[in-house]
């Protein structure tokens, strides 16, 4: 039996489990580092497969990291398990984490037969949308010596390099003085009317930024009683751009609407967040174009979307991960439409037979491209000199 062969075989006996899995974290819902089921369920099962498993690593309780396998080439699986605020796992989380755990079973199976050592990377908080787990996973090295990583995203279609965009998220708090709305309106500083002022600002901003940036928040906070003078409200925002170097652009831009608002009514205006945006994906070729050739095989295709292939679509803190190593994100059809990301209807979705097969098919997509990565010399090769250089690159004195 060949590697492939053996892989699939792995996997199929994993089959129901990795249904029940995926099943389970999308009927238990949790927040961005608030993920203990869903982690828990996670460490269990890849625990019961083999791997060796580290809960809580890098100060971050519901990150963990699972390993496999002691090949030459590390390849990092991760996992996404956080769900939205009030519409539960409108992203299919529960999919991409199923099947990180169904393709590194698969690929555990012949990790030492094929060279590669498999690493499932569980990434907690990645709707967050600043300083997401991804990136404090990075900075604190839980991505130290990985060759490349992948995951699976569930989505209306399937595409194999989605133009994923950089992001910022921040929140903003207005502080003025309280008054009586009728009797002494005068007295007041009003902070619902900086919000106000600031939106407005922002709404003409628009004309003047580029077609692909975006701009979009909600009001957290807008006051506490409408006859009294709000003196403090909040906001929460996110600024995209096509790239990190865009967005940098695009932020003071959209600060000054704000502090607009604070100078037009006197409010006071205080800015946080936004330090740690999420970055543009770089999807790799050489690795899309495995995954791609393993997908055919399984029955998916790849059509041609039109404006969707060029369109800006969401952002993760993947596409940090895409800037440190070899990485790919392809997105994987659930069959959903009309219903799309983030719409109660798309979370209804995510526990169909059609994203139980994108559990599988992704899965075995994936755990079919860890080796070929491994078993093709030049590319192998290839990885490792990439990161070895790196190091080299880093250890130089200035």
């Known amino acids: 039996m060949d590697e492939k062969s053996a892989a699939r075989e792995r996997f199929e006996s994993a089959r129901g489990s990795l249904i029940d899995l995926s099943h389970r974290i999308h009927a238990h819902p949790e927040l961005g580092f608030e993920e203990e089921q869903a982690s828990t369920w996670l460490c269990e099962a890849l625990a019961d497969g083999g791997f060796t498993v580290e809960k809580g690593i890098c100060d971050l309780p519901t990150a963990f990291l ?6 030459p080439l590390h390849i990092g699986i991760c996992a996404e398990y ?25 690929a555990a199976k012949v990790a030492d037969e094929a060279g590669l050592t498999v690493s499932v990377i569980g990434t907690p908080a990645e709707e ?5 787990g991804k990136i404090l996973l990075l900075e604190r090295g839980a991505f130290d010596g990985v060759h490349a990583a992948m995951m699976v995203h569930p989505a209306p279609f399937d595409m194999l390099q989605a133009k994923i965009i950089a992001a910022s998220m921040f929140e903003v708090h207005c502080t003025g003085k309280e008054s009586h709305a009728s009797a002494f309106p005068e007295l007041g500083v009003n902070a619902a009317d900086a919000l106000t002022v600031a939106q407005t600002a922002i709404g003409l901003l628009r004309q003047h930024i580029r077609s692909t940036d975006r701009i979009h928040g909600i009001v957290t906070n807008g006051g506490l009683a409408p006859n009294v003078v709000p003196a ?5 925002y996110i600024i995209r751009s096509e790239t990190v170097e865009q967005l940098a652009e695009l932020r003071p831009k959209v600060y000054r609407c704000f502090e607009a608002g604070g100078l037009a009514t006197g409010a006071t205006i205080a800015i946080t967040g936004g330090d740690k945006p999420y970055a543009e994906m770089r999807h790799d070729g050489v690795m899309a174009a495995f995954y791609r050739k393993n997908s055919e095989a399984l029955g998916r295709s790849f059509p041609n979307l039109g404006e969707w292939e060029t369109r800006p679509t969401g952002s993760t803190d993947m596409g940090n991960v895409s ?4 990485s790919i994100h392809p997105m994987i059809s659930i069959n959903s439409l009309p219903a799309v990301n983030h719409q109660p209807e798309f979370t209804a979705h995510c526990v169909t037979a059609d994203a139980d097969k994108a559990l599988f098919d992704g899965a075995l997509a994936m755990a079919w491209t860890c080796i070929d990565l491994a078993m093709n010399r030049e590319v192998r090769e290839s990885l490792i000199s990439r990161l070895a250089q790196k190091k080299q690159n880093v250890a130089k004195p200035n």
């Open 323 to 326: 800037l440190a190593m070899p």
């Open 232 to 236: 403090h409200t909040s906001a929460k």
């Open 128 to 132: 967050v949308g600043n300083a997401g």
């Open 66 to 71: 699972a390993h496999a396998g002691s090949g």
């Open 82 to 106: 956080d769900c939205l605020p009030g519409i539960g796992h409108a992203c299919g989380h529960n999919v991409i984490a199923a099947s990180a755990v169904g393709a590194a079973l698969a």
